[in-house]
């Protein structure tokens, strides 16, 4: 875990195969969904690459295409500001196209539902969520989100591309955060 230790998560929420699944299904959805349609992903860095790269490789749609935004509204700390800015913008021409954004986690919703205003602005035909968590307790706004992986308590959770201070991304499961890490 790099300059992480063992002792540094409290309880494994999502295992690896539990994780697995989920991606196995929302895949077998969205294929039913968009078949014959010009589908296009939209990750957001950096937590969203492990569940896009996971998730892109079982869709089976063949015209799916993959672009990133990069967004910054957390500064440093665990709780969202609301305020955003574009790091990277999309390379891609949203006209006419279907979108579909792919989040690893929902919490305030804040920065989310910017960005599907952000997009909708774009002229494409259609703007989704898929996302693998969502924290229902912490929704400080209501975003439509269409495929959602797994609801979770409003914790501090790390792996499978969320970080705490830019560690524990590269973990297989889903975990919660031992209070010593960041209460030091």
Do not use: C
Not at 60 to 78: F, I, K, N, P, R
Not at 131 to 150: H, S
């Amino acid at each position: 875990m790099g300059s992480a230790q063992a002792g540094d998560i409290h309880h494994i929420l999502l295992s690896e195969e539990e994780i697995a699944a989920k991606l196995d299904e929302l895949a077998l959805r969205i294929d039913a969904d968009y078949a014959g349609k010009d589908l296009l992903l939209v990750g957001v860095l950096k937590g969203a690459v492990m569940v896009m790269a996971d998730l892109s490789r079982r869709i089976e749609h063949q015209g799916v295409e993959m672009d990133w935004m990069a967004v910054s509204s957390y500064g440093s700390g665990t709780k969202s500001s609301g305020v955003v800015r574009i790091l990277k913008d999309l390379d891609a021409d949203l006209s006419g196209r279907h979108v579909l954004i792919v989040e690893d986690i929902i919490d305030s919703g804040l920065t989310l539902s910017w960005l599907i205003s952000n997009l909708r602005s774009r002229g494409p035909a259609s703007v989704e969520v898929a996302a693998m968590l969502r924290k229902p307790d912490a929704a400080k706004v209501e975003v439509d989100v269409r495929y959602v992986g797994f609801d979770i308590p409003n914790e501090f959770v790390v792996g499978y591309g969320l970080d705490y201070a830019e560690k524990y991304r590269t973990l297989p499961f889903v975990g919660t955060l031992a209070p010593h890490v960041y209460e030091s």
